[in-house]
């Protein structure tokens, strides 16, 4: 069983947090989409540094962050724009918050580190009737020719490698837990303005490349950093994707 202990960001907490952020027209969109009620409070499961923590502050929702890393939620809650903001250390699988008391329980990039069975289990107890279940993720557009080029990279060094659940949809898994209905996903492409010096800094906290590279980790972040030398400053295209769903 997966747990989110087992994806240990200690050391790589600050490269994670330079890592694109999510496409705010998208969330927008899907927010705005659920109507929540003006006090509305959102449980954030894994909230890591903040990514997506500000964008659910700036809809008016009141935020608890729940974040196990230390040193994620070091930097999360040192960011002026996360100061009304409540976060404390606890795993997404053993929420500490009591039943049917959050309008919202939002994943941005964790979902798919949790046991998805008992998560769903904890996000259905935790939620009120008609509350929503909301998980997206950022994904690399693989159509860009730079990233063709980093895909040839990892997989000269790595020929199995595996991009994992997260690129994967979670509405089977949805559908079969039966606590949620009115299934809806979203998506939306966008471009990321990026220095080669960042791009490459996010590059370390890919947990995924790290989890399955081991001590080779150092030479293919060398041979994707041959790809950008000269550059300054990357134009990226990114895909947000997002399923939303409400608790029966």
């Not at 240990?8 to 890592?19: E, K, L, M, P, V």
């Not at 976060?87 to 929420?95: C, F």
């Not at 791009?199 to 980790?217: C, V």
């Not at 293919?220 to 895909?239: F, K, S």
Request: proline share 4%; hydrophobic share 40%; with cysteine.
């Amino acid at each position: 069983m997966t747990s989110t202990l087992s994806w240990d960001y200690t050391r790589h907490a600050s490269s994670y947090d330079a890592r694109a952020d999510y496409c705010s027209e998208l969330l927008d969109r899907v927010l705005q989409g659920l109507h929540l009620p003006n006090d509305a409070w959102v449980l954030e499961v894994g909230a890591g540094t903040g990514k997506l923590s500000g964008h659910l502050l700036r809809h008016g929702l009141q935020l608890l962050a729940i974040e196990p890393n230390d040193a994620m939620r070091e930097l999360a809650v040192a960011k002026p724009s996360l100061r009304d903001s409540h976060w404390i250390s606890a795993l997404g699988e053993q929420l500490p918050v009591r039943q049917s008391s959050v309008n919202l329980i939002a994943y941005g990039s964790s979902f798919n580190v949790l046991p998805p069975h008992t998560a769903l289990d904890e996000a259905a107890r935790v939620l009120k009737a008609g509350g929503y279940w909301f998980a997206l993720w950022n994904h690399r557009d693989l159509s860009d020719p730079l990233q063709q080029q980093v895909e040839a990279v990892i997989r000269a060094h790595l020929p199995h490698f595996d991009h994992g659940m997260r690129r994967e949809s979670p509405a089977a898994l949805v559908h079969a837990h039966g606590g949620f209905a009115d299934l809806q996903a979203h998506e939306q492409g966008f471009w990321v303005a990026m220095t080669s010096r960042e791009w490459l800094r996010a590059w370390r906290a890919h947990a995924t490349l790290q989890r399955q590279a081991g001590e080779r980790l150092d030479a293919i972040l060398h041979d994707i950093g041959q790809l950008v030398i000269g550059r300054d400053t990357l134009q990226l295209p990114y895909v947000t994707r997002a399923w939303t769903a409400r608790k029966v």
